[in-house]
């Protein structure tokens, strides 16, 4: 199992309950001593996990490429892939945006996952069942108003697990969205006041519908974004 941003609010929560459940967990992330202290976590809860440490901003798809070729070497194949980073910097008008964050944005939150996604599929394959799995935002708020780049993303997001739907629909590999709702992460606190935010839940309680996705009983959500009942 493959988790990206592990070292993030719901990246973290996610690759726990994972290993709880008995998954080997590939964490992946920028941060290596985030990475090293959630390792230590994962180690005492579940099966070792493995680290890999990787910036999304300036990994290539050589870069993806050579993280499949070592995730082969050393489990032989993926269950499952769960996309947790995020690139956010707070509210800015379109007209006002730096044209360089624009792209990072759009990089980050979508270039990147797709590159990971297609350097993994092949190793997804080899699965007897094996999910694709994306953490979404609400795309009804994230395409308002001032979310830039990552909003734009978002879309695209939804998009992408809708054509990867149609073009694996009859392969072992199962692709769908997770829209976790509002989470009290440092992404989130870029876009709200935290004392005015009472409806964002700890990342803790998403993690469960995480794992949902990425085991056999998220085959009824296969080609979906998931909003799970809060």
């Given amino acids: 199992m ?17 290993a709880e459940a008995g998954a080997t967990v590939v964490l992946l992330g920028r941060k290596l001593p985030k990475l090293n202290r959630l ?18 901003e300036g990994a290539s798809p050589d870069d993806f490429a050579e993280l499949a070729s070592r995730i082969e070497s050393e489990l032989g194949r993926l269950d499952g892939v769960l996309h947790c980073a995020a ?3 707070g509210l800015t008008p379109l007209l006002t945006t730096d044209p360089a964050a624009f792209a990072r944005a759009i990089h980050v939150n979508l270039t990147a996952p797709w590159w990971l996604s297609q350097a993994c599929l092949p190793l997804l394959a080899k699965a007897e069942d094996a999910a694709l799995v994306f953490a979404i935002n609400d795309l009804a708020k994230a395409g308002q108003a001032f979310w830039g780049g990552y909003g734009v993303a978002q879309q695209g ?16 590999v199962r692709v769908s969205g997770l829209q976790p709702g509002p989470m009290r992460t440092p992404l989130r606190s870029r876009a709200y006041v935290d004392g005015n935010d009472r409806g964002a839940r700890e990342p803790a309680l998403c993690a469960p519908d995480c794992v949902t996705l990425l085991s056999p009983a998220g085959a009824v959500y296969r080609g979906q974004v998931w909003v799970p009942p809060r």
Avoid: K, Q, T
């Avoid at 390792?39 to 999304?56: I, K, N, V």
């Fill in 39 to 56: 390792y230590d976590a994962l180690a005492a809860a579940g099966p070792e996990p493995l680290l890999y440490p990787l910036d999304l």
């Fill in 87 to 89: 690139e956010f910097r």
């Fill in 157 to 172: 997001l939804a998009s992408l697990v809708a054509m990867l739907h149609a073009e694996l629909g009859s392969s072992r």
């Fill in 2 to 18: 493959l988790v990206s941003g592990a070292h993030g609010g719901l990246g973290s929560a996610a690759s726990l309950a994972c």
